[in-house]
C-alpha cells in the first residue's frame, strides 16, 4: 500500500488535467507524473479507488470514471 503522502499526490495530479482537457487521466500518465513505472502507477490507482475517497475504476480496468475533486 503506498504512503499517505503518495495518495495525496495521486488524488491531486488529475485535477487540473480533468479542467484543463474535460478529462481523466490514464493511470499512465499519472504514472509518469509521479516517477512511477506504469504498474506502480495502476496499483496505486487502485489503492486510492479502494481507500473510501469518492474515486471510481472502470470494471476491470485502471481507467478513471469518477473522481471527487472537491473538498472532503
Same mark, same amino acid.
Given at each position: 500500500?503506498?504512503?499517505? =503522502?503518495?495518495?495525496?499526490?495521486?488524488?491531486?495530479?488529475?485535477?487540473?488535467?480533468?479542467?484543463?482537457?474535460?478529462?481523466?487521466? @490514464?493511470?499512465?500518465?499519472?504514472?509518469?507524473?509521479?516517477?512511477?513505472?506504469?504498474?506502480?502507477?495502476?496499483?496505486?490507482? @487502485?489503492?486510492?479507488?479502494?481507500?473510501?475517497?469518492? =474515486?471510481?475504476? @472502470?470494471?476491470?480496468? =485502471?481507467?478513471?470514471?469518477?473522481?471527487?475533486?472537491?473538498?472532503?
Amino acid at each position: 500500500m503506498a504512503d499517505l =503522502a503518495m495518495f495525496d499526490k495521486a488524488y491531486y495530479i488529475p485535477r487540473p488535467y480533468c479542467i484543463t482537457t474535460g478529462e481523466a487521466p @490514464h493511470y499512465t500518465g499519472l504514472a509518469r507524473d509521479l516517477g512511477l513505472t506504469m504498474e506502480e502507477g495502476r496499483r496505486l490507482l @487502485h489503492g486510492l479507488s479502494g481507500s473510501g475517497i469518492l =474515486a471510481w475504476l @472502470h470494471p476491470d480496468t =485502471a481507467s478513471i470514471v469518477a473522481l471527487h475533486l472537491g473538498v472532503l
